[in-house]
């Protein structure tokens, strides 16, 4: 074979390979997608929303209380989180740019980004509820928050760093106090962005499982009190899924199904706002 | 910067209130480390550093706790699992980059990001009931037909197929990889510069030479980073490994057997522990973890940062 | 400003919800071996009482550590705790219901109450000694049985387990290889096998896993349909595990309040007694007047109450004397 052919057919080859590469991965997509959908939609059903569990043995039951947990306690993980890692991006995009502390805190936060969820759980298990003296839901919303804060930071910083220094000069011209050219001025240039950040982060802790077996811990109740106990949707589907009761796992498939739909579409909506916007 | 006549008063509140919002992050890595190390110093006083890290006892009956079976869970399991996703997401990356058509790039795109948003506790459930009865029911007796013979190799091979082992704990945290290490390697093939690529293509280049021979090793930091931050990833992760690990203390040569990760023992003991040593050694055991990630992560900042540098010439 | 005075608003609806005055909550951690009758009685008892009794299947070693932690209002342990343990961290104990450990065996073609093994075997198939179904030991208790050369699939318990120290507890009365090499306790260093997570998990595990053997609370194998096999007690009796071999294992026992109640019931003397019974304890923190009360009037229901429920699950309620005795023990200890 000619040295030119060689070449040729190896590129083809190799090129060959990537592609397959490609589909591989979409292949694993579509059937973990395809599996969550197909168990969860069989297990959907009205029931499922409306009533709390049941014993095992007993017929019927639901994940009321997990899902009004779940969403109580990302929405105080969100309204913990949130403000601390805008305020706190603010911070390294304008007050300190540039300043060398502003480079540490930026690394520091990215290295945050992957600290294991479960040492976090195991933290705030040692601050936040053997102090106390019982499992708490604001335990767990803490415990995610920590999970949130760095994400929110750097998404906030960099969409910061991007509005162009000249619309600032122009607010400041105008005698505006630096407070106000960042609120009236940078944070309307940058919302989207920060708003694509604050969604990616929801998304994220959402799913989290780890940090809350020993925070939150489970109720097997309704509750709304998050000084107690709360049941959220992760633990409720880890538990379930490890238990032998067929009707228990059905009921998780269907959570699973849920939650997986919640954060891809919450995702999906984040990119859209991206796209969108940036086009 | 601009500034005003007069110190707005304002100004200076909001400028500390987001000065400490920004030093919640370093106050929280400190208060971390204090508290890990506080609650494991019972441990620490009685094993040691060394011993700890290379016994293989985890026994809570005679109160004797040695890290070593959960780090080469660990271990084991994660360079497993990149061996696996790294030539998979190259192969993305490189599909993406150079050869998928346009039209296409945006939906491929869109679906590794879904996979990476894809909670890791559905990883576990699927990886449970659809994953593990396929490998010990197929996958795995096949393997074990072809490869249990083979010299060195069939090591890896030998026992029962359960489907409940460290080698399908390592193929879920793979595909949970792959997406990471395919959008990281996508934008550093993106930075190099179509000169240099064109350049190749004019002297007669094939498109996989211009990939093999000027684009991967203009992007190389930038992937090694990649990979690096997905290996502290894949260390970290814990409900997908938890379901289907099998959660066996031991040290063993065969893929097909149970072992036990850091992050699956925590989530499994750390509720229960009931004496007070072996809770300290639990939280040693968080410890070491947590200086593995973030070693592991420095090291991938210090060549994504430099990768940027470059790139940023 | 007007975003800030919005979340602002959120987030007191938020915390306004949180200090409504949610029913009353009893917060109980630990042993999973009872957690069929206990979540039944609770949530009938929440009918009745209107007071969420929150129980958290986390094993016997978690009721013991969160209880003793004083993270929970109450722990569940099926290992009973020494008068010197209790002592130390300042805990009250008695027993709740009874019940009894059962193997099962998830072997293509073998239906439950076929196979018959004995403390012998299962100890050698414990520590990795009896490798195959068709072992000669197995075959020459099953000569009717027609076994396999497969590979047994141990499957113990991942977490720290009462049910685990009742089993182990049998294994090392019976022979003297386990005791020596592993010991009992509730969380031992097993020699082979994988691990489940309570005893939901163990009979998950071997409900899946072709040729495996587990052991799990009866009501256990009784709700998934496990195949429980049937053991030679002390008497020299083949036992099927039920409601009759259980409570003739309870018929011997004498609980002590002076011990406060410490007993294994397992290799208990009667003619067809299940050897590998036990009772579940219920710990309680001795300064925690307030909530001690409000479990000890939930358990008193349950005693007054429950046993029909119980015997429903196959778990067998403390005989009456026995439950004297325990008001007795409450009284004295200011828990009522």
Redesign the interface.
């Known amino acids: 074979m000619t040295r030119e052919r060689w070449?040729?057919a190896?590129?083809?080859f190799?090129?060959l390979?990537?592609?397959?590469?490609?589909f591989?991965?979409?292949f694993?997509?579509i059937f973990?997608?395809g599996?969550?959908l197909v168990?969860g939609v069989k297990a959907l059903n009205l029931g499922l929303f409306v009533n709390d569990p049941?014993?095992?043995?007993?017929e019927g039951g639901g994940l009321r209380n997990a899902f009004t947990g779940q969403l109580?306690i990302t929405?105080?993980a969100t309204?913990i989180g949130v403000?601390?890692?805008?305020?706190?991006?603010?911070?390294?995009a304008?007050?300190?740019r540039g300043h060398r502390i502003a480079r540490?805190?930026s690394?520091?936060?990215?290295?945050?980004v992957?600290?294991?969820?479960?040492?976090?759980?195991?933290?705030i298990?040692?601050?936040l509820?053997?102090p106390i003296?019982?499992?708490n839901?604001w335990a767990g919303a803490v415990a995610l928050s920590?999970i949130m804060?760095?994400v929110v930071?750097r998404t906030t910083e960099d969409m910061l760093s991007l509005v162009p220094w000249t619309l600032?000069?122009a607010a400041?011209a105008l005698?505006a106090?630096?407070?106000t050219v960042?609120t009236q001025v940078v944070y309307r240039g940058a919302a989207t962005g920060i708003l694509t950040g604050i969604l990616l982060s929801i998304?994220r802790v959402?799913?989290?499982?780890?940090p809350l077996?020993?925070t939150s811990?489970?109720?097997?109740?309704f509750?709304?009190?998050?000084?107690?106990?709360v049941a959220s949707l992760?633990v409720t589907?880890?538990?379930y899924?490890?238990?032998?009761?067929e009707n228990w796992?059905q009921q998780?498939?269907a959570a699973?199904f849920v939650?997986?739909l919640f954060?891809?579409l919450i995702?999906?909506a984040g990119?859209l706002i991206i796209k969108w916007r940036y086009k | 910067m601009a500034t005003s006549a007069k110190k707005n008063p304002i100004d200076t509140i909001f400028s500390l209130v987001t000065a400490a919002a920004s030093l919640t992050v370093i106050i929280l890595i400190i208060a971390i480390l204090f508290e890990l190390f506080r609650e494991s110093s019972p441990a620490m006083d009685r094993f040691g550093v060394w011993k700890f890290l290379s016994s293989t006892d985890w026994n809570p009956v005679k109160e004797s706790f040695g890290a070593l079976t959960n780090i080469y869970g660990t271990v084991l399991t994660t360079l497993l699992s990149l061996v696996m996703a790294i030539p998979v997401a190259m192969g993305i990356a490189i599909f993406v980059t150079e050869v998928s058509p346009n039209f296409l790039k945006g939906p491929i795109g869109i679906g590794i990001e879904l996979l990476a948003a894809i909670p890791s506790i559905i990883y576990g459930m699927w990886g449970l009931f659809t994953l593990s009865p396929i490998m010990s029911g197929y996958i795995e007796p096949f393997l074990k037909k072809i490869l249990e013979g083979v010299p060195i190799v069939g090591v890896l091979f030998q026992g029962t197929p359960m489907g409940i082992d460290i080698l399908t704990a390592s193929i879920i945290l793979s595909i949970m990889i792959i997406p990471f290490t395919a959008s990281i390697s996508r934008d550093s093939f993106n930075l190099t510069p179509a000169v240099v690529k064109e350049s190749a293509y004019a002297i007669g280049a094939t498109k996989w030479e211009v990939v093999k021979d000027v684009v991967m090793p203009y992007s190389k930091l930038g992937v090694f980073g990649g990979i690096v931050l997905s290996l502290g990833r894949a260390l970290g992760e814990t409900m997908a490994v938890a379901f289907v690990l099998g959660n066996n203390h031991r040290i063993t040569t065969s893929l097909f057997d149970a072992a036990a990760t850091i992050t699956v023992t925590l989530a499994n003991e750390f509720a229960e522990a009931d004496k007070d040593i072996y809770l300290s050694s639990l939280f040693y055991l968080a410890l070491v973890l947590f200086m593995m990630s973030f070693i592991t992560l420095a090291i991938a900042k210090f060549f994504l940062l430099k990768a940027e540098r470059k790139y940023s010439r | 400003m007007k975003v800030f005075l919005k979340m602002v608003f959120v987030l007191a609806v938020v915390l306004s919800f949180t200090s409504v005055n949610a029913a009353e909550t009893l917060n109980g951690a630990g042993a999973s071996f009872p957690y069929p009758v206990y979540s039944a009685w609770a949530f009938d008892y929440n009918k009745v009482a209107g007071v969420q009794l929150n129980y958290q299947s986390i094993g016997s070693g978690g009721g013991i550590k969160q209880i003793t932690a004083r993270t929970v209002d109450f722990g569940a342990s099926d290992a009973p705790l020494t008068t010197e343990e209790l002592n130390k961290d300042g805990l009250l104990q008695f027993p709740a219901v009874m019940g009894g450990v059962v193997p099962v065996v998830a072997i293509p073609g073998v239906k439950e109450g076929q196979l018959r093994l004995d403390s012998d075997a299962i100890c050698k198939i414990y520590l990795g000694d009896i490798k195959h179904w068709d072992d000669s030991k197995i075959k020459s208790l099953n000569p009717g049985l027609n076994l396999a050369h497969d590979e047994i699939t141990v499957v113990h318990r991942s977490d720290g387990s009462g049910t685990t120290a009742i089993f182990t507890t049998y294994l090392s009365e019976l022979c003297p290889d386990w005791k020596d090499k592993v010991g009992a306790g509730t969380s031992v260093k097993w020699p082979v096998g994988i691990g489940g997570k309570g005893n939901e998990g163990v009979a998950n595990y071997t409900k899946r896993t072709p040729n495996s053997i587990g052991y799990v609370e009866f009501a256990y194998a009784e709700q998934n349909k496990l195949a429980y096999v049937l053991l030679k007690n002390p008497a020299g009796n083949f036992v099927e595990p039920n409601f009759k071999t259980f409570e003739d294992a309870a018929a011997t026992a004498n609980f002590d309040p002076k011990k406060h109640f410490h007993l294994w019931l397992v290799n208990a003397p009667g003619k067809n007694a299940w050897p590998i019974a036990g009772a579940t304890f219920i710990l309680l923190a001795k300064e925690k007047t307030d909530s001690n009360k409000k479990v000890v009037a939930f358990y008193d229901w349950a005693f007054k109450n429950g046993d029909k429920k119980a015997n429903e699950l196959v778990y067998v309620p403390l005989p009456a004397s026995l439950k004297d005795k325990i008001r007795a023990y409450w009284k004295a200890n200011g828990l009522q």
């Open positions: 070449r040729k190896e590129g083809f190799a090129l390979l990537s592609t397959l590469a490609a591989l991965g979409l694993w997509l973990i997608l599996d969550v168990h049941v014993p095992p043995g007993v109580l929405f105080s309204l403000p601390i890692g805008v305020l706190g991006g603010t911070f390294l304008e007050y300190a540490l805190i690394v520091l936060a990215d290295i945050m992957s600290v294991p969820s479960i040492v976090i759980g195991t933290f298990y040692a601050i509820v053997k003296g019982h499992f839901g920590i804060i760095p930071l600032r000069e400041f005698g106090p630096y407070y960042i998304a959402a799913g989290e499982t780890a077996l020993f811990f489970n109720n097997a109740f509750s709304v009190d998050m000084k107690q106990p992760t589907i880890f538990q899924a490890m238990g032998p009761y796992h998780a498939w699973s939650i997986t954060i891809l995702t999906i990119r």
